[in-house]
Each structure stands twice: as C-alpha cells, then as structure tokens.
C-alpha cells in the first residue's frame, strides 16, 4: 500500500465508463477523472464506486434509439498529499532515462492543449440526449418570443 498521510481527506480517482447506442456495434469509453472526498483509502474506493453507479443511466438520443451508460470500474485511485490550493499537485508519474527528443515529445503545444481546442463532435454513435436536446430548442424558442 502506497503512503497516505494521516491528514489525507481527497483522492483523485479515474473512472471507466462505458457508453453503448442502441443498434450501433461500436462502444465509447470515457476515462473521468473526479475528485473523492474520503477519510480513508477504504472509505474513497467506497465513494468512488458509488459516484461510478450514481453515473449510470438509460435515455433515448435524437433519432429515438437507447443509449446505456455503464461504469465498468476504478482504473486508478491515488491520494493527494497537498492541500487543494493553487499550485498543489494532485498526481504524478515518473519517467527515468528519458531521452531529450522524448522529453520533447512530451510537451503539448499551448494551441493542443484541451482547453485551447476547438470543440470537436465525437466520431463514435450518438449518445446525445433526446431530452437535452428537447429543452434547449424549447428554452431558444422562449428566448426568442420574449425579443
């Protein structure tokens, strides 16, 4: 078991979810990384598992077909040793004997980053919700009577 200091209280835990449509064979995994409140290891497995099931839910897409959100499990649990503060360091990885031109490779361009993309619509079946859908056109439609 990794070290946890005794005054530890948050755990970064990534989730696997599992995202099916109706009729289409391909699945779309998504891999969440939240944040776990937890007084212990134990007590933040038991709370990621939780927010994991919470997550799961049936809905109808646009074109009327099914979508299933399954969580599938705990790909990593990790305790975070700071303070949550600016500046705290929430996970870390080592690397060792890492060539230059590797460590090069590692640098995302500011313009790649996840924040500075554009958004891009997802490739995979569409598992946006019918529903959603429904009372955004219903709240534009009411924006635009009230003008």
Known sequence: MS???????????E?????AAESDPRNI????VVLVGADSAVAA???????GKQSET????????TVLIRFRG???????HD???HGAELAYSE???????EVAKLITPREQLGVFRPIAPSQGPDYSSREVLDEAVKLTHQNLDAQ
């Open 15 to 19: 989730m696997i979810e599992e995202i």
């Open 95 to 101: 690397l060792i004997a890492v060539p230059e031109d």
């Open 83 to 85: 303070e949550l503060e």
């Open 58 to 65: 049936r809905y109808k897409n646009p074109a009327g077909k």
């Open 74 to 80: 705990l790909r990593s649990l990790e305790v975070i």
């Open 45 to 51: 497995f038991d709370r990621a598992q939780e927010l």
């Open 3 to 13: 070290y946890i200091p005794r005054n530890a209280r948050w755990y970064l835990a």
């Open 29 to 32: 995994v998504h891999l969440n």
